[in-house]
């Protein structure tokens, strides 16, 4: 039975990640300071753990493992990455988790790595233009990114490349864009777009209004975990040593997301801009490499993707609102 590590376990990514594998027969160990917050994990052992201690870190990789996944990081949606109140926060933890990690898996010899690296490590000058930004992998240089989010990302992207090249490791590493889903975050300040929006939108009366920061003409792509998950498992077994985009082609505005939303809702609901970090102007995955190297590249539909995870959000507002009433 081949065996894998996912740090990161607790978080929306890794979860669904720990539920393929096991899908896959595999025994599957999850580290995290936290478990996952709205199902139980599937792993054969969960490991409650701050990857920010070194003695942690190497302490989990206390057997052989086929395959580690290291996704733990400090992270959240543009509420908490673009503020600029978290920026300390977000570079010393995650580095500190990269550096930990990266190091216990080649004390212990692990047969592949795979590292979550983040589209944040693209250029600001290059992401002005909401309907014609530029982000294939190569033109990650010269570096600029948004915010300090993307600095540590793309730190770690070089602290990897170069373990595998001084140390002959084997190292996989992806640019996830806006990656989202059910049991994912949807309150509280670190949710992305499409589950604030959501939230947003189950929230209001039918002829309601809800808020949407900026102008709404920012545009981005979004990523179902199903296909996000698919894309990951291709990319760690293959043999590419390049970073490799993972994310849809298929852009839309921050307005037509919510009015995309509203629709599935079944509800009219009006748009009030406010102020509020933004980001980017415009984002989106350019998949040429991805089809080039894997022969493959995400296609579901947004909306499809929306339906689902509408449905179980709408849901958690509805279980949230009565056990308040009670």
């Known amino acids: 039975m081949k065996t894998a590590l996912v740090c990161g376990a607790g978080g929306f990514v890794g979860h669904h990640l720990v539920n393929r594998l096991k899908e896959e027969g595999m025994w599957v160990c999850g580290a995290d300071i936290k478990r996952p917050e709205f199902s139980a994990s599937r792993a054969d052992e969960f490991r409650l753990v701050d990857l920010r201690d070194p003695a942690a870190a190497y302490a989990c990789l206390d057997r052989e493992f086929d395959e580690v996944y290291q996704l733990a990081a400090d992270m959240g949606g543009a509420g908490y990455v673009f503020s600029g109140e978290n920026c300390a926060e977000v570079m010393h933890n995650s580095a500190l988790i990269n550096i930990n990690v990266l190091d216990a898996c080649r004390k212990a010899r692990v047969g592949r790595v795979f590292f979550s690296s983040s589209a944040c490590v693209y250029p600001l000058f290059n992401q002005q233009d909401p309907d014609n930004p530029t ?192």
């Open 135 to 326: 982000c294939a992998e190569a033109t990650v240089y010269p570096a600029l990114p948004d915010s300090e989010y993307g600095w540590e990302k793309l730190f770690a992207e070089r602290l990897y490349l170069t373990y595998a090249r001084n140390h002959g490791m084997t190292c996989r590493i992806a640019r996830y864009h806006n990656i989202f889903g059910p049991d994912g975050t949807w309150q509280g300040g670190r949710e992305k777009a499409p589950a604030a929006l959501c939230r947003k939108v189950a929230m209001a009366p039918d002829g309601g209004e809800i808020e949407i920061w900026g102008d709404g003409e920012q545009t981005r792509s979004f990523l179902h975990i199903d296909e996000c998950i698919e894309a990951t498992l291709r990319l760690m077994r293959s043999d590419c040593r390049e970073p490799l985009n993972i994310g849809s082609e298929e852009m839309i505005s921050i307005n037509g997301l919510a009015r995309e939303i509203a629709l599935i809702a079944g509800k009219d609901i009006s748009l009030r801009h406010v102020p509020g970090p933004l980001g980017v102007r415009g984002r989106t995955s350019d998949n040429r490499l991805i089809r080039a190297t894997l022969g493959w590249a995400p296609s579901a539909r947004l909306h499809d993707g929306l339906v689902k995870t509408y449905r179980w959000i709408a849901g958690q507002v509805a279980a949230t609102e009565a056990a308040g009433e009670r």
